[in-house]
């Protein structure tokens, strides 16, 4: 799955980077079928500390600074129920595991270059 998600700062300043996303890729990730359910939250204000305004369009923070991630976050709002599909989205392991598979491919596109 290609990913457009916007990470800033990159990783080679020295800062931890931050993962937003749009309300669609942010449902994906949290296993929703749509973003409905994640707009309805952000219009009863849930997800206001998660809000991130990039070229006048809302975002959403996966893991802001200092703060749950928004998969717990939304965990601890919600109440609980079997046909309920949120999963435990950690934007910090995720991260990690694009690094790992770029990682592999630059050394196999540089391996078929020899």
């Not at 931890?16 to 296993?31: N, R």
């Not at 919600?78 to 046909?83: C, K, N, P």
Request: charged share 25%; proline share 5%.
């Amino acid at each position: 799955m290609v990913v457009s998600s916007w990470l800033a700062p990159p990783f080679f300043y020295g800062i931890k980077p931050m993962m937003i996303c749009t309300f669609t890729e942010a449902a994906k990730f949290l296993g929703y079928s749509s973003r409905s359910q994640l707009y309805k939250m952000k219009d009863l204000g849930y997800l206001d500390d998660f809000l991130e305004d990039v070229e006048g369009k809302l975002h959403l923070n996966m893991k802001p600074r200092g703060k749950m991630s928004l998969a717990r976050h939304i965990m601890y709002n919600i109440q609980w129920r079997a046909t309920n599909p949120i999963r435990d989205f950690d934007p910090d392991v995720w991260l990690k595991e694009q690094a790992q598979q770029a990682k592999k491919l630059t050394k196999l596109s540089t391996a078929k270059k020899r």
